[in-house]
Structure formats: structure tokens, C-alpha cells
């Protein structure tokens, strides 16, 4: 079945300096893949979604390309913000044209940044 | 103001005992989804409704039935309850087709004692 490893957490970092998440999946499909982001008391919420491979996705200064050679996925900002600490998740969809509203969701990564 | 809504914010359940957790969209989707969050396991993919008819159950147990009266309803009904169903229940919606953003609410945390 379909699965996603991510980095394990939590990841504390100072303020300004920059942050690497990896990702990586297995599936047999062609997937959309997803970063999601969760603050405490919410439910989890889209940062940005790439359907294709080859593709970059952004929001808020995050960013991920989409690497279908590698099967990776991995979440990068320039310069973190206190206000970025929260729990990451990449997630994997399903096929592009096909939302089942089935996702696959990594672990999560808990980002705790520092002023 | 919350788009879904979800019924109650904490649960506490005895062993073997039965509950209902409510959710309600207003954000206009057709398709609606429960997912599971536990300490020891990313969050699941449960179930997913579209147009009130079952599309996807990757649920194991009978005990966990969806129960949806309405288009913008969706409860999960849990019964014979055990302490390893601790866990928070997301309810999520989106619009079928393409690869439309799922939108959560906030869930139902769920403690079995």
C-alpha cells in the first residue's frame, strides 16, 4: 500500500535559520502529494499541493518539488518564524483526476522554532 | 467561523459502551470524510461519503458505522467501545473530483477508560 516516511521530530530551530523536512513516499499510482500543516487545537490544513511531477509548490515561504525519480518530496523555508512552529505533514492523494478524499499521511514533523 | 463542525470537542466513554460524534459542513461539499489521530499512528483515513453514499472504508471494524442523515451530515457511530479507540476523529470535507483541498475540522477527542 501507499505510504510516506518523513523526518523524524521534533526539529528546533532558531529564528532565521532554515529548514529542510524530508520526505519521501511509495505508491504504485500517480499521487498528488501535499504539505500540511497543524496547530495546536486544529485540525490539520493545506500549506500548498503539487499534482505533478517535476512541479514546485509554495505558500508562506514554504517550498517542495516534486520528485518523481527519487519518489521524494521534500519541505524547505529560506528563514523560519516563530510563528511556523507547528507539526508538518506530507501527505500523499490519490490519483491526479481522482480525489477520493483518501489521504496518506506521513508522521508528522514538529517544528519548534526559537526567537 | 468554523466551516465544520464537530460535536463534542472532548468525549470520555466507559469500556463497552457506545457514542455518536456529529459533524456538519457548511462549506457546500459533496464528499465528507472521517480520519483517526492516535499517539501511536499518523492520522488514517477512516471513511469517505459522497453524495451521502459510501465510496471508501478502510475501516476493519463493524464497530465503527457512518451514519449520514443529511448532505452536510456526517456522524460515526462507535459502538462495544475499547480503551485502544482513544484517539481524536477528524472530520473533513471537499469537493469530489480533481484534487480539491480536504478542509478538517477540528475533531472529537475520543477517551475510552
Known amino acids: 500500500g501507499d505510504s510516506v516516511t518523513q523526518t523524524k521530530g521534533p526539529v528546533t530551530l532558531s529564528e532565521g535559520t532554515s529548514l529542510t523536512v524530508n520526505c519521501s513516499y511509495e505508491t504504485k499510482q500517480y499521487p ?6 497543524q496547530y495546536p487545537g486544529e485540525g490539520p490544513q493545506l500549506l500548498f499541493k503539487v499534482p505533478k511531477a517535476n512541479e514546485k509548490g509554495s505558500n508562506r515561504g514554504f517550498e517542495a518539488t516534486y520528485d518523481k525519480g527519487t519518489t521524494s518530496f521534500h519541505l524547505q523555508k529560506a528563514s523560519v518564524q516563530e510563528s ?5 505533514y506530507c501527505v500523499l492523494g490519490g490519483n491526479t483526476g ?6 496518506t499521511f506521513g508522521h508528522g514533523t514538529i517544528l519548534r522554532v526559537h526567537p | 467561523d468554523p466551516k465544520i463542525i464537530q460535536k463534542p470537542k472532548y468525549l470520555v ?13 457548511y462549506l457546500g461539499h459533496n464528499a465528507m470524510y472521517w480520519y483517526r489521530q492516535s499517539a501511536k499512528k499518523p492520522l488514517e483515513f477512516m ?13 476493519a471494524s463493524s464497530r465503527f458505522q457512518p ?7 456526517l ?9 485502544d479507540d482513544s484517539a481524536t476523529y477528524f472530520c473533513a470535507s471537499s469537493q469530489e473530483g480533481g484534487d480539491t483541498e480536504v478542509f478538517f475540522g477540528k475533531g472529537t477527542r475520543l477517551t475510552v477508560v
Open chain 1, 98 to 103: 481522482a480525489n477520493t478524499g483518501k489521504l
Open chain 2, 75 to 83: 456522524d460515526l457511530q462507535i459502538t462495544a467501545l475499547k480503551p
Open chain 1, 84 to 88: 511556523d512552529s507547528a507539526v508538518y
Open chain 2, 13 to 25: 466513554a466507559v469500556t463497552g459502551s457506545e457514542k455518536i460524534l456529529i459533524c456538519e459542513q
Open chain 2, 67 to 73: 451514519q449520514s442523515s443529511k448532505k452536510n451530515h
Open chain 2, 47 to 59: 471513511f469517505s461519503y459522497s453524495y451521502q453514499k459510501l465510496m471508501d472504508n478502510q475501516t
Open chain 1, 32 to 37: 498528488t502529494l501535499f504539505w500540511y500543516v
